[in-house]
T-cell receptor, first 113, second 119 residues
Framework: QKEVEQNSGPLSVPEGAIASLNCTYS??????FFWYRQYSGKSPELIMS????GDKEDGRFTAQLNKASQYVSLLIRDSQPSDSATYLC?????????????FGQGTELSVKP | DGGITQSPKYLFRKEGQNVTLSCEQN?????MYWYRQDPGQGLRLIYY???????QKGDIAEGYSVSREKKESFPLTVTSAQKNPTAFYLC??????????????????FGAGTRLSVL
């Protein structure tokens, strides 16, 4: 089992719809979770971080964390064509592993006008 | 401007040649990281360093070497032993907390990347 696994893409949604991106992780000791957005040919940029169970909202983005189920998701409301990118889920492996991040393989999102 | 600068943007390597990728940061971050990204894949950790003059291997360190002589700089050398070096290389940096809680919330910020190809 991969340490961090994301739902396979590409994911295609119409403009204005909700895009749902999912990520599962294997290490129960993981303490913090991040979503990065990566446009084609560019480097990743952080869009959300979440540390506690529940929801965290920032504008059109909502991150959801369920540590019992080892699951983290990202919802994008009112999706725009500019949201078309690859979304990377990253999990912090904690103090004992030097705060390393483990990345999922990414989910490509395409928002159609 | 504060940030992470990677150079060059594009690099070509001849067979048997060692090449060095530069990464400089002026964010006063303690930790620096090197990742490799292959097409359609996530990021894989090559090396990381939490303090000057110290670094640790990541998941795919074979064929690579690093140094950390200054806090601001963490160059990566792709040696001739790396037989498949074509990839997008990303450098990142972060603070290093002294507490478990701070380190667990460690956010990494990325440079613009270097695209390495083999001639």
């Amino acid at each position: 089992q991969k340490e961090v696994e994301q739902n396979s893409g590409p994911l295609s949604v119409p403009e204005g719809a909700i895009a749902s991106l999912n990520c599962t992780y294997s290490d129960r000791g993981s303490q913090s979770f991040f979503w990065y957005r990566q446009y084609s040919g560019k480097s990743p940029e952080l869009i959300m971080s979440i540390y506690s169970n529940g929801d965290k909202e920032d504008g059109r983005f909502t991150a959801q964390l369920n540590k019992a189920s080892q699951y983290v998701s990202l919802l994008i409301r009112d999706s725009q064509p500019s949201d078309s990118a690859t979304y990377l889920c990253a999990v912090n492996m904690g103090y004992n592993q030097g705060g390393k991040l483990i990345f999922g393989q990414g989910t490509e999102l395409s928002v159609k006008p | 401007d504060g940030g992470i600068t990677q150079s060059p943007k594009y690099l070509f390597r001849k067979e048997g040649q060692n090449v060095t990728l530069s990464c400089e940061q002026n964010l006063n971050h303690d930790a620096m990281y090197w990742y490799r990204q292959d097409p359609g894949q996530g990021l894989r950790l090559i090396y990381y360093s939490q303090i000057v003059n110290d670094f640790q291997k990541g998941d795919i360190a074979e064929g690579y070497s690093v140094s950390r002589e200054k806090k601001e700089s963490f160059p990566l050398t792709v040696t001739s032993a790396q037989k498949n070096p074509t990839a997008f290389y990303l450098c990142a940096s972060s603070i290093v907390g002294t507490s478990v809680t701070v380190l667990a919330k460690n956010i990494q910020y990325f440079g613009a990347g270097t695209r390495l190809s083999v001639l």
